[in-house]
């Protein structure tokens, strides 16, 4: 398992690389166009600037995104003793952004500050946060809103996933690996219908 995430990883850095290489150069060629296209007073005509403008967010857009994903996906191993909840929270939130807006579910979001887990695995708590969030995303309707709590209880840091669906569960290995994992993991997992809690170890 170690190895497996260590090549995850090696894997995701070596992907972030390649694909900066080249937004590198199309960032830089763009500077050069933008400076060819330049009139005798150094000014774009407002039609250009407007196209260069659009194409350069768009490269920082792609750049940003690319971060996001390997942020979450790679350990840091500073990150191991108490990892702060509402960031993982916050990240599977941004990675699954993509998804949310696709199926139109409207996603409210209640975090208690400084709520930290003790755990020797953060990707695991990564992995936790991301897949009760999508299980909720996939049992919404368009126009449904999934409920999205942390808070500290006692010795555990509670993080509830509520979702308005009902009936099957759209991908039934869900469920069962949430659990598996939790188990592994000495975090408490409960499912039941559109609800989800996941107690960590309190940090």
Known sequence: MAAARAATAHLVES????????????????????EKLKDGGGGLAPALEKNIRAMREQVFRVDAILRTFAEFLVTQPSLVADLPLPQVVERALDVLGHEARKRRVKISLEVEPGVTARMEDP??????AYQSLLRALLRSEPGMEVKVTLRRSGERAALRVQDGGGGEEPNPLLAPALQALGRARGVEVSIDGGSCVLGFPAG
């Open 123 to 128: 990707l695991a708590a990564r992995f936790l």
């Open 15 to 34: 992907m972030l690389h390649d694909a900066r290489n080249p937004l590198n150069a199309l960032a830089i060629n763009l500077e050069v166009l933008t």
